[in-house]
């Protein structure tokens, strides 16, 4: 059984770092892609970082060089460490699953935790 949990969300001032944690239940390192995802109010939800079941990394290109996502696969968590943060940062993240073969669909989802960052 599938289960996300996210935390480390607070609220920063711009210029902070956070470290952004996802206990995932079920996780299956060589079957499953592990992503994040942020939506600010009133945005849509946009995707930030994932990682695939080869343990690829990747970061969306407004990112890159401030956001590191990164998986410990002995505890089943998934990380997005985030510096140099700005206002426009500010939203819920989430982070998901998939089966990597099964297209691009996000299916399972953590309830998401609260990022703020202020001037």
């Known amino acids: 059984q599938v289960a996300l949990r996210e935390s480390g969300g607070a609220s920063v001032q711009s210029g902070g770092s956070l470290n952004l944690s996802c206990v995932v239940s079920g996780y299956i390192y060589n079957v499953h892609d592990l992503g994040w995802f942020r939506q600010g109010l009133g945005q849509e939800r946009e995707e930030v970082a994932m990682i695939a079941r080869d343990g690829f990394p990747s970061v969306a290109d407004s990112l890159k060089g401030r956001f590191t996502i990164s998986r410990d696969l002995r505890k089943s968590t998934l990380y997005l460490q985030m510096n140099s943060l700005k206002t426009e940062d500010t939203g819920m993240y989430y982070c998901?699953?998939?089966?990597?073969?099964?297209?691009?669909?996000?299916?399972?989802w953590g309830q998401g935790t609260q990022v703020t960052v202020s001037a």
């Open positions: 998901a699953l998939r089966r990597s073969d099964a297209g691009s669909t996000w299916p399972y």
